[in-house]
């Protein structure tokens, strides 16, 4: 079945960038998402990348698309305290269903 | 203002009880779904509804019984509650536009735990 890996656990200093890998199983995904969550909240979408794109900048974020390999990674530039929250990476096949793992736990050292 | 809001909250109760989780969207939708965070924080999706019909089941027990009145709307009952139903419970909708992209917009969740 579709699958989503991601490390748990990523700590970095504020100002520095931030990178969040992830790889995924399900080679038809069309649309790769990016989803942020802060504690006690729901998921709010950050960005995403169509599958026919490498990759797709936003202001501080970039993300990065290696379809072959099917790894994803979102870079975030002069990471902020406000930037701690989990991440997670979530293929949709182009239906309704999306797929998302345990997420990526940021934490921002001020 | 809310766009999607799920009541209660907060639930606590015992091992073999009924309760509902009730959800509403007022972004005008097409499809509304329910997802499960457990303790380590994988989300995973349960149900989804398309103008008020059943697109996606997972492997769910059959003691989750979702129902859509009307497109707005998606509860979720479960019966015979169980220790390991314990967990965050999120419902979403999205609407898939030309571009193909379709958002998911969560609500806040409601944590569900059973003693």
């Known amino acids: 079945g579709e699958d989503v890996e991601q490390s748990l656990f990523l700590s970095v200093r504020e100002g520095d960038s931030s990178v969040i890998n992830c790889t995924y199983t399900?080679?038809?995904?069309?649309?790769l998402y990016w989803y942020k969550q802060e504690p006690g909240a729901g998921l709010q979408l950050l960005t995403y990348i169509f599958s026919n794109m490498d990759m797709k900048q936003d202001q501080r974020l970039t993300v990065l698309l290696n379809k072959k390999d099917k790894h994803l990674s979102l870079r975030i530039a002069d990471t902020q305290t406000g930037d701690s929250a989990i991440y997670f990476c979530a293929p949709n096949t182009g239906g309704f269903k999306t797929i998302f793992g345990a997420g990526t736990r940021l934490f921002v050292k001020a | 203002d809310t766009a999607v809001s799920q009541t209660p909250k907060y639930l606590v109760t015992q091992m073999g009880n009924d309760k509902s989780i009730k959800c509403e969207q007022n972004l005008g939708h097409d499809t509304m779904y329910w997802y499960k965070q457990d303790s380590k924080k994988f989300l995973k999706i349960m149900f989804s509804y398309n103008n008020k019909e059943l697109i996606i089941n997972e492997t769910v027990p059959n003691r989750f019984s979702p129902k859509s009145p009307d497109k707005a709307h998606l509860n979720l009952h479960i019966n015979s509650l169980e220790l390991g139903d314990s967990a965050v419970y999120f419902c979403?909708?999205?609407?898939?536009?030309?571009?193909?992209?379709?958002?998911?917009?969560f609500g806040e969740g409601s944590r569900l735990t059973v003693l």
């Open positions: 979403a909708s999205s609407q898939v536009g030309t571009d193909g992209v379709g958002e998911l917009f």
């Open positions: 399900d080679s038809s995904s069309t649309y």
